[in-house]
């Protein structure tokens, strides 16, 4: 059953669940990130959507089967190789690299690929990234792929006081982007009574 809220304005809106499936790194074995670590992101992406009637729950940790480091472009397309439709695909590597300036670190990053014949996206996490990066690369993944350089944007890197915010503008394009989502089958709404930290973890094999 879909929860109500207030929305941006004052007028109650749905909200809309949708599932976030980690595909976790273990070389050696190893997970590179543990669930708490899974959890504790999501939980942040969901105070920070909470306004804009959107929230999230965690799927089931699955091991990766790609690249457990993101260095290069054919990285991250092998990566993308893996998305499963209905959710949204989270893969967690040991380091990201920038594609562009060689050297550069990355924390994050959301990928659009080639495949088979359709485009896929996904998001690129690192297993360094800070607790809010999930959220700054959920509203590229929601229809907001430039950055805002103002202080407590979510989709910029300046700080601001509380937690980062959409502009109202921000917030049209991610609900029209969720729509789209959901008519495509990209994404399938999550009913029922899941919280965020549910189901109960599982071990990378």
């Not at 273990?26 to 999501?42: E, H, I, N």
């Amino acid at each position: 059953m879909a929860l109500m809220l207030l929305g941006v304005g004052g007028a109650a809106a749905a909200t809309t669940t949708v599932e976030i499936r980690p595909f976790v790194a273990a070389p050696d074995g190893a997970p590179v990130v543990d669930r708490a670590w899974l959890v504790a992101r999501v939980e942040r992406a969901n105070a920070i959507f909470a306004p804009y009637d959107l929230q999230f729950v965690l799927g089931e940790t699955r091991p990766l089967a790609g690249p457990t480091d993101a260095m290069v472009r054919a990285d991250r397309n092998a990566l993308a190789r893996q998305v499963e439709r209905g959710v949204v695909n989270l893969f967690v590597v040991g380091t990201l690299m920038d594609i562009h300036e060689p050297g550069r670190i990355r924390r994050g990053v959301h990928w659009k690929a080639r495949h088979g014949g359709a485009r896929v996206r996904c998001i690129i996490m690192a297993a360094y990234a800070a607790e809010g990066i999930l959220a700054h690369e959920l509203a590229h993944f929601f229809g907001n792929p430039k950055h805002r350089h103002v202080p407590g944007n979510l989709v910029g890197y300046v700080p601001g006081l509380g937690l980062p915010t959409l502009d109202p503008d921000q917030a049209q394009r991610m609900r029209r982007s969720l729509r789209r989502s959901i008519a495509s089958g990209e994404l399938v709404p999550v009913t029922g009574d899941r919280r965020p930290t549910s189901p109960a973890p599982s071990t990378p094999r």
